[in-house]
């Protein structure tokens, strides 16, 4: 089977590569926190791309585009180009998952961190026609009592811009769905998309990546079909897809070491612990 991949000159800055590599600016990254949520973001500890939580052999990880923690608060912004049935659960995973990993063993409840799953979605999730979607626990019977655990799930309808009133987020949603920047922040991205598409570390990494998820894709593909052949088809080729998808982040680690790339941006890009990519 034969994969096909984006031109590097056609990618904006909804497509998770370009995204991920945008979101490395912290002035972005802060500024996109701020205009979405209608806060003041602190200092920006990190943020993590693709960074990868599985915390028990066992369990199912998930990768979240981009992860972002600041003092009292951690952020996972995803970019979601289709709405699968199952987008609300995710969520659900995807914040139970944060905050095991956020807290560490022996600290106590208080010390969570207010945290945000947010979902950037270039169709209507939810089908209302709401440019913004926020939930939060409340009381059944009372509605006016809110379960204050200090976390929310925010979904964003880029197509909807028209109907946010707040100029700043709506001329960010605009960008996200039209691609044309309306304003100096957006202008500001999209700067930095073109400058990226010209540079040639960056092409060149995109392509690189690209090769070798072709190649690992029809790798695990083969593991999973022969693991099928015990098991089940259909587990074996999920099996071996997720085998498949850490290799992937190997070769990548060995790419970016081979090309002198730090240690610590290695471990943002793939996830892999610093330990593991000594030993590359």
């Known amino acids: 089977m034969e994969y096909t991949h984006k031109p590097v000159d056609e990618l904006s800055f909804t497509d998770d590569f370009m995204f991920g590599t945008v979101m490395k600016n912290k002035v972005i990254c802060k500024g996109v926190l701020e205009r979405l949520l209608h806060i003041k973001v602190g200092k920006i500890e990190y943020p993590s791309l693709q960074k990868t939580i599985a915390p028990f052999y066992e369990s199912k990880g998930i990768r979240l585009d981009v992860y972002v ?46 945290s945000y799953v947010i979902f950037i979605c270039t169709q209507d999730p939810f089908g209302e ?109 999920r099996d071996g897809i997720a085998a498949g998808s850490y290799q992937k982040a190997r070769e990548t680690a060995k790419l970016m070491a081979e090309r002198k790339y730090p240690l610590s941006e290695i471990h943002l890009m793939t996830g892999l612990s610093e330990a593991e990519i000594e030993k590359l």
Request: with cysteine; charged share 30%; hydrophobic share 30%.
């Open 129 to 237: 026609g709401l440019p913004v979607y926020t939930f939060r626990s409340v009381c059944s019977e009372d509605g006016s009592i809110l379960l204050d655990d200090k976390s929310y799930k925010v979904f964003y309808n880029v197509g909807a811009y028209g109907k946010e009133g707040e100029p700043e987020l709506s001329a960010l949603l605009k960008y996200l769905c039209e691609r044309r920047a309306t304003s100096g922040f957006t202008q500001h991205i999209d700067e930095l998309v073109e400058k990226a598409k010209r540079n040639e570390k960056f092409r060149s990494w995109y392509m690189s990546l690209n090769i070798r998820e072709d190649d690992l894709r029809m790798a695990g593909e083969k593991i999973g079909f022969e693991r099928g052949v015990a098991a089940g088809i259909r587990r074996g080729r």
């Open 69 to 114: 923690s600041e003092p009292e608060r951690i952020f996972d912004i995803e970019i979601q180009t289709s709405i699968p049935p199952s987008l609300p659960k995710r969520t659900r995973y995807y914040q139970s998952l944060m905050d095991v990993d956020n807290l560490l063993r022996g600290q106590s409840y208080a010390e969570l961190k207010e």
